[in-house]
């Protein structure tokens, strides 16, 4: 039974979204209301499955953990994004040197300097 109604949570998935597709010419409201019903559908099966319950309780829990991060300020976050720039460039200019040394050692071997 759990794996009927597993796959009948997944057909109100697809008929929500096919619906949104055959309502093209209607308003996007309207088309987005049928896809939130279909998945709301979609839930209330799903919740009536041991499986279901376990990925929503998981939902939930990954949830309730993101309201608990530390997000850094802005001045934090600023100095991470200038330092990040700094070493992208950094690196850009060692690897077009590296580049260049590669392209000339090349050209050495091949006998084709100038």
Known sequence: MEKIKLVLSALLVAAGIAGFYWLADKALVLRILVILAGMAAAIAVLWTTTQGQLALGFIGE????????????????????????ILVAI??????????GF??????????ST
């Open 62 to 85: 990954s949830v309730a953990e993101a309201k608990r991060v530390v997000w850094p300020t802005r001045k934090e976050t600023i100095q991470t994004a200038v330092a990040v720039f």
């Open 103 to 112: 392209a000339y050692m090349v050209q050495w071997l091949m006998g084709r």
């Open 91 to 100: 690196v850009a200019a060692f690897l077009a040197v590296v580049d260049i």
